[in-house]
């Protein structure tokens, strides 16, 4: 089973600041297949990026994702007031067992 | 537009099984390259992979639940299932059911989810 660490744990920033996530695979992720949500209290996640540089369908092109291997990174160019929300990563290779990493949250300096 | 939605009891006691259903409405849940799946998420943690299943019946579990574990379709009713049994006070979640459009694609469409609380 692939283990993703995501970092920061908590990510202080103002809007308009940059904010960039990480997640760290323990084993390489097959074929880039590397995503990442977003999640707002009482929501269910929403898909921000998928083969790890894709923005899914009506994702702002402020976010953006890279990365290939075991190192990936989403970049928030400039934070809107609604990009305060925790983002997880999550590795859905060949492999059944897919996984997500811890989270990182997003907060309002 | 595809739309999930879950629902079961709110409540179940411990040892007992917990069982969810998700209904797909506004598309085939036999589409032949769909696959759905369950999430779960405890109070104020992360997400957790329970499982999946392709419209065939074939399945794929999570190794921490899978001997709890059980994912089943119903395509008669566009409708597709999860059974987790011996539940204990770690088994309080949010459970989300969502969708893959094929195995290379993450979850893409998500059900609201619904609180299932473990306690007698």
């Known amino acids: 089973e692939i283990v993703l660490t995501q970092s920061p744990g908590t990510l202080s920033l103002s809007p308009g600041e940059r904010a960039t996530l990480s997640c760290r695979a323990s084993?390489?992720?097959?074929?880039?297949?590397l995503a990442w949500y977003q999640q707002k209290p009482g929501q269910a996640p929403r898909l921000l990026i998928y083969g790890a540089s894709s923005r899914a369908t009506g994702i702002p092109d402020r976010f953006s994702g890279s990365g290939s291997g075991t190192d990936f990174t989403l970049t928030i160019s400039r934070l809107e007031p609604e990009d305060f929300a925790v983002y997880y990563c999550q590795q859905y290779d060949s492999s059944p067992a897919l996984t997500f990493g811890g989270g990182t949250k997003v907060e309002i300096k | 537009q595809l739309q999930l939605q879950e629902s079961g009891p709110g409540l179940v006691k411990p040892s007992e099984t917990l069982s969810l259903t998700c209904t797909v409405s506004?598309?085939?849940?036999?589409?032949?390259?769909?696959?759905w799946g369950w999430i779960r998420q405890p109070p104020g943690k992360g997400l957790e992979w329970i499982g999946s299943?392709?419209?065939?019946?074939?399945?794929y579990y999570g190794p921490s639940l899978k001997s709890r574990v059980t994912i089943s379709v119903d395509t008669s009713k566009n409708q597709f299932s999860l059974k987790l049994s011996s539940v204990t006070a770690t088994d309080t979640a949010v459970y989300y059911c969502?969708?893959?459009?094929?195995?290379?694609?993450?979850?893409?469409?998500w059900g609201q989810g619904t609180l299932v609380t473990v306690s007698s």
């Open positions: 084993q390489s992720v097959f074929a880039t297949y």
């Open positions: 299943i392709y419209y065939s019946g074939s399945t």
């Open positions: 506004g598309g085939s849940i036999s589409s032949t390259t769909y696959y």
């Open positions: 969502a969708r893959r459009i094929w195995s290379g694609y993450p979850f893409d469409n």
